[in-house]
């Protein structure tokens, strides 16, 4: 028997390769298939099944693409309706893998197809689970994602209880819970940073399996303090059950370099520049109207929160020897319209003889200062449960997940402070909101962790029972 986690740090997604006896299984596999088939060709064994707990909203599974390359079946839990042909398994239904028996534990309540796969090892003892977006280590999937006329978010957490308790709780405590993401998802609210655990552990730590939590406190917990999904989460769930463009053709379409006339071109025809380099070379200097969602932050979610449209032409700067890395991100959440990306970065631009704009900087030491003279104002865009915890005296909150549904809500004429945790996604915001006209921006170099460390006044939050 042989398990191994493939954990994607930018989608915080776990998916899984199970071999035994040469037979190969994978679970909730991302687009790219390469990784998959070449471990499986390097280690003589071919894949046979491709299972899916549910239908995924945060990223385009490759589980079309990977059926189509290796002849392998797709496997969706009771309840999925897919537009490809797949395998709808029963509850109850159990598949073989080499020696390994896989069960299907049909556990609606994050969506109503979700399911858990129970592995069974060589000798017939239960091993693990891979429970997808139903149980989380430290945390269950919202409920809120596959929300039907006749199925409230209430209703689904409800389901998740049952699930819960009738399905997985009276598993042995000695097996392995293997799910399909950790901290920094936006599947759950409060994700432990580890990635797998005992169940028995869990039972102990997560406050989802406490033996005395009632039903109506579950929903209750459950549903409060989740925010709005990013817009791009019902489009990834329609790609993924009805499919979408081969994910080769999707690279070679974008694996282009771009001449500064092309870029002109493309921009004319309603194109956009995503620029992906650090923070710090984009504050330095970019083409105007260029958004910023830097590679290394949380790019693949920012993107498909910010850039509405799934079929939104893109061209791409991206630090050299990183652009197929920028393209295959975004195909991992569903973009596959980009044309390409700029040779030669800015550098070539302004040799072509355009300019560059700035963001101005401020040091979080100056923020007192600053913020004293007239017309300015803090804008704080971190997430409001990060602003509500502590906040500069008199900041105002603006969100960057919401900033594409309230860029006319602020004053033109107002020079704002713009700062969230770290700095990313303050240029971000700043990157986006230029783009639509402001020009009174400065960032706060550093944001919310500088600022913490100078003699700012800080509003906390106090509890009103301490």
């Given at each position: 028997m042989y398990i191994e986690q493939l954990y994607t740090n930018c989608l915080a997604e776990a998916a899984y390769y199970i071999e035994s006896e040469g037979e190969v299984a994978i679970i909730d596999?991302?687009?790219?298939?390469?990784?998959?088939?070449?471990?499986?060709?390097?280690?003589?064994?071919?894949?046979?099944?491709?299972?899916?707990?549910?239908?995924?909203?945060?990223?385009?599974?490759?589980?079309?693409?990977?059926?189509?390359?290796?002849?392998?079946?797709?496997?969706?839990?009771?309840?999925?309706?897919?537009?490809?042909?797949?395998?709808?398994?029963?509850?109850?239904?159990?598949?073989?893998?080499?020696?390994?028996?896989?069960?299907?534990?049909?556990?609606?309540?994050?969506?109503?197809?979700?399911?858990?796969?129970?592995?069974?090892?060589?000798?017939?003892?239960?091993?693990?689970?891979?429970?997808?977006?139903?149980?989380?280590?430290?945390?269950?999937?919202?409920?809120?994602?596959?929300?039907?006329?006749?199925?409230?978010?209430?209703?689904?957490?409800?389901?998740?209880?049952?699930?819960?308790?009738?399905?997985?709780?009276?598993?042995?405590?000695?097996?392995?819970?293997?799910?399909?993401?950790?901290?920094?998802?936006?599947?759950?609210?409060?994700?432990?940073?580890?990635?797998?655990?005992?169940?028995?552990?869990?039972?102990?730590?997560?406050?989802?399996?406490?033996?005395?939590?009632?039903?109506?406190?579950?929903?209750?917990?459950?549903?409060?303090?989740?925010?709005?999904?990013?817009?791009?989460?019902?489009?990834?769930?329609?790609?993924?059950?009805?499919?979408?463009?081969?994910?080769?053709?999707?690279?070679?379409?974008?694996?282009?370099?771009?001449?500064?006339?092309?870029?002109?071109?493309?921009?004319?025809?309603?194109?956009?520049?995503?620029?992906?380099?650090?923070?710090?070379?984009?504050?330095?200097?970019?083409?105007?109207?260029?958004?910023?969602?830097?590679?290394?932050?949380?790019?693949?979610?920012w993107v498909g929160t910010l850039i509405e449209d799934l079929s939104q032409a893109i061209v791409v700067v991206a630090d050299k020897g990183r652009e197929e890395e920028v393209v295959m991100r975004l195909a991992r959440v569903g973009y596959d319209n980009c044309l390409g990306y700029l040779e030669g970065g800015v550098d070539a631009w302004t040799q072509a003889g355009g300019e560059l704009n700035t963001i101005r900087q401020v040091a979080a030491g100056e923020l007192n200062e600053e913020n004293a003279k007239d017309k300015h104002h803090v804008l704080d865009v971190r997430k409001p449960s990060e602003y509500e915890s502590e906040h500069v005296e008199g900041a105002s909150n603006f969100p960057l997940d919401f900033i594409n549904q309230h860029t006319a809500d602020l004053d033109k004429d107002t020079h704002y402070l713009v700062h969230c945790k770290s700095g990313y996604r303050s240029v971000v915001a700043i990157s986006l909101l230029m783009r639509v006209g402001y020009k009174e921006l400065s960032d706060v170099t550093g944001g919310i962790q500088a600022i913490l460390k100078t003699d700012t006044p800080i509003t906390e939050f106090v509890c009103p029972n301490s």
């Open positions: 596999p991302l687009r790219e298939t390469e990784p998959y088939i070449n471990k499986a060709k390097e280690r003589n064994a071919r894949i046979k099944y491709i299972f899916e707990t549910h239908f995924h909203a945060d990223f385009v599974s490759g589980h079309v693409d990977l059926a189509k390359k290796t002849g392998a079946t797709i496997v969706f839990g009771p309840k999925a309706e897919t537009s490809f042909d797949s395998h709808i398994a029963k509850d109850g239904e159990t598949f073989k893998i080499g020696k390994l028996t896989l069960k299907v534990l049909h556990t609606p309540g994050h969506t109503p197809e979700s399911s858990t796969y129970l592995l069974f090892d060589e000798n017939g003892k239960e091993h693990c689970i891979f429970s997808g977006d139903t149980l989380f280590i430290g945390d269950v999937g919202r409920p809120d994602l596959a929300v039907k006329s006749d199925l409230s978010k209430e209703d689904l957490a409800g389901l998740l209880y049952d699930s819960l308790r009738n399905k997985i709780m009276p598993l042995p405590g000695d097996i392995l819970v293997y799910p399909a993401h950790g901290a920094g998802s936006a599947c759950g609210k409060n994700m432990s940073s580890e990635t797998f655990d005992t169940l028995g552990n869990q039972k102990k730590t997560n406050y989802a399996l406490a033996e005395d939590l009632s039903k109506d406190d579950f929903i209750k917990e459950v549903t409060t303090g989740i925010l709005p999904p990013p817009q791009y989460f019902p489009k990834a769930v329609q790609l993924n059950k009805n499919g979408y463009m081969d994910i080769d053709e999707v690279l070679k379409n974008a694996n282009i370099n771009l001449s500064v006339d092309q870029l002109k071109t493309a921009l004319s025809e309603g194109a956009i520049i995503l620029d992906t380099r650090g923070k710090d070379d984009f504050k330095s200097g970019f083409i105007p109207g260029s958004i910023f969602i830097g590679i290394d932050g949380g790019f693949a979610v």
